[in-house]
């Protein structure tokens, strides 16, 4: 078998952490919020449901028709389970560990 090294990255990193914050970090997507209620109000006519949604997470991913490189997402999203209201969230990035914290304090400072 012969290795044809394609570009100069030769470790990948995943870091997954849990954090709480004193804020809704997901707050910096609240422009969403007109789609969120009409959403809302379409279930309400389809299936006669009510029911109250907010913000779950967001993802950041390369474009695989661009880039050779396909390191992981990095995503935030809310822990599973946890009430919503508590901050607490779970979050992958293809970086060390050290990096990633940077990146969630960079979001909570937004």
Known sequence: MQILKTHEVDTFYESAIVFSSEK???????????????????????????????????????????????????????????NFGFNTYFSTAPLKTDSHIKIINALEAL
């Open 24 to 82: 809704n970090v997901l707050g910096v997507l609240d422009g969403l919020a007109s789609v969120r209620q009409q959403f809302e109000e379409e279930l309400h006519k389809n299936a006669k449901h009510e029911a109250r949604y907010d913000t779950f997470g967001f993802s950041f991913a390369v474009d695989p028709q661009i880039s050779l490189i396909k390191p992981t997402m990095f995503r935030v999203e809310r822990k599973a389970g946890v």
